[in-house]
C-alpha cells in the first residue's frame, strides 16, 4: 500500500498550512495511515494537472487519484474501512458534512480576514504576487486593508465562533467523546492560522481553547509539533 | 400518555412562532406522538412557573417536566424509544447539537434581524410594550431601525446560510436521506418566520427551498397548513 498526498507548502517548504490538507493529515492519523507528503507552492500547482484539476489536497493510492478533502476522506473511509471510523453512521456522515461546511463557508473567509498578511509574509517569494493578486481580488482590498483592524475584527470573530464554542462547552468533540472527521475538519483551519501566522484567534479563557489543545497533542502531538512559519510580530 | 407542550402565541393565539417550540412540534410528529398545546403570551409566562423557569417550550409528560428544546428533544428520544429515531448513533446526536447550536446562535438572531417589525405587529397587543423593550434592549436600537434597510440586509442573510446551502446540495437533509432532529433544529427557525412575517427570507432559486417546502409538506403538510399571522406588506 502506498500513500502519497500532495499538500500546499509555505516559504518554508516543511511548513504544511493548507485547512484541507490539514484535515486530511489528521484523518490519516486516525486511521493509524502514513504516506508521502509532496509540498507544493502555488506555482507549483501543475504538478497535480493529472488529478484533472489544480487544487490540493490530491491522493494518490495505488491506481486510484481522489482530489477534493472531503472525497478523500470518504475515501478513507471505504478503503480503510477496518480501521477507526471518520464518520460512523450514515446519518453521522450527513451531520459532519454540515459541519464541515461551515467550517469552510464561515470559519476560513474569516480567519483568512485576520491572517492573510501573515500568509503573504510566510509563503515562498515566488507566490507572492500570485498570492496578493488573488487574494486582493477576492476581498476587494489590498491584503495590508483587509488586516490593518484585526484587533478589533478579532472580537467579531470570536462572536461568530458561537455554535463552537456553545457544543464544545457540553462536549469534549463535535463528535462526542471522542474526535471524529467533523473535529478535524474544523480543526484543519485552527491549524492553517497556527502554522501560517503568529496571530492568536481566541481568547485565554475561551473554551475553544481546551478543545484545540487536544487536538494538538493528539497523535502523539503531531500537530503541536508540526514545523510553524516565523512568528510575525513575535520574537 | 399524556404529553402537554407549552408554547409562545402571538396576537392570533392560533399562531405558534417560537423557533424552539417548532423543533419540539417537529419533534413529536417525527416520533408520532400527539400532544395538548398550550399557547402563551409573553405575559402570561406566569404559568409555567412550576417548570422553575420562565422560557417554552415546557413539556409535562405525567409526572415529569421537561424544559429547553434540546433537552425535550432528548427526553422524547429516551421516553420513545421505540419510534423512529431522532438522532441516531451517539456521535449523530453530538453532531446533531452543533447544527443546533449553529441555528440558535447564528441564525436566529440574523432573522430576529429581518422580521422583528412583523413579529412586533404580529403579536398581543399586551405583549408589545415588553417586546419593545427587551428586543430594543438587546439589539441597541429601535424595532424600526433593526428593520429599515432589511431589503438589504437579507442579501448578507442568504450568504450566512451557506453552510446549509452547500450541504443541501449533496443531499436531500442535514441528516441524510431522510430528516432528524438537526433539521429540524434549523427549520424551526424557518417556521419562526413564516408564521410571523411576510417576509421572504430566500431567493426562489434557492436551493434551501426546496428542503423547506418538503419539510412544509412533511407529516401531511401540518407545517404548512399551520395557522399563519396576516402578512405584513401582502394583502
Known sequence: MTLTLY??????????FSPYCWKIRMALAH?????????????????????????????????????????IANYLEHTFSDSA???????????????????????APAIA??????????IAQCDREYFRESREKRFGKTLEAITQHRD????????????????????PFLSGNAPAYADYS??????WARNISGFELLDKDDSICQWRDTLLDAFEA??????????????
Do not use: C
Open 85 to 107: 471510523p471518520l464518520f460512523g453512521a450514515s446519518s453521522t456522515l450527513a451531520l459532519s458534512k454540515f459541519v464541515n461546511h461551515w467550517a469552510d463557508t464561515i470559519l
Open 113 to 122: 480576514g485576520l491572517v492573510v498578511t501573515d500568509i503573504y509574509a510566510n
Open 7 to 16: 499538500e500546499l507548502a509555505a516559504k518554508n517548504i516543511q511548513v504544511s
Open 186 to 191: 474544523v480543526f484543519g483551519h485552527f491549524m
Open 31 to 71: 486511521k493509524n495511515l502514513t504516506a508521502d507528503f509532496v509540498p507544493l507552492r502555488f506555482n507549483e500547482l501543475d504538478t497535480i494537472n493529472f488529478s484533472g484539476q489544480s487544487k490540493v489536497p490530491v491522493l494518490v493510492h495505488n491506481e486510484n487519484t481522489v482530489s477534493d478533502s472531503w472525497a
Open 222 to 235: 503531531m500537530a503541536r509539533n508540526a514545523p510553524r512559519s516565523p512568528i510575525i510580530g513575535e520574537s
Open 152 to 171: 478589533v475584527t478579532v472580537h467579531e470573530f470570536r462572536k461568530s465562533l458561537a455554535p463552537l464554542r456553545t457544543t464544545l462547552q457540553s462536549q
